[in-house]
């Protein structure tokens, strides 16, 4: 296994600010939490609890800073992820599958709010389809 070269991130937030998020990163699994580790189910049913859910990461991944949260980061084994995407809006995928990815790719750095502070360099697919 090749060695992973990253950095520590320590970002200054006001007091407020700073608050919600330690509140966020409470309710978030933390490595090594063996939920983390374990596979997610299909989600069958679309309804009003899983909109509850939506709504529930939503607002955690906002409050802890992050672009993105599994429902497995929150201890819900289930195949749902929200992100942002780029316009500020916040989106929710069920069940995503990768159909397709293009040959070029791009590396940027990545964090995880459930290895809090770590950043590093993760190479992806410049093009991809999913889904859901």
Known sequence: MSEIEGQVIDEQLDPERDARRRLA?????????AALRMQARPIEAFDDDLRALVDRMKVLMHDAVGAGLAATQVGVLQRLFVFQVADGEVAAVCNPEVETHGAESSVDDEGCLSIQGVVVPVERSAIMCLTS
């Not at 990163?25 to 939490?33: G, S």
């Open 25 to 33: 990163l409470a309710q978030i699994r933390q490595y090594p939490d």
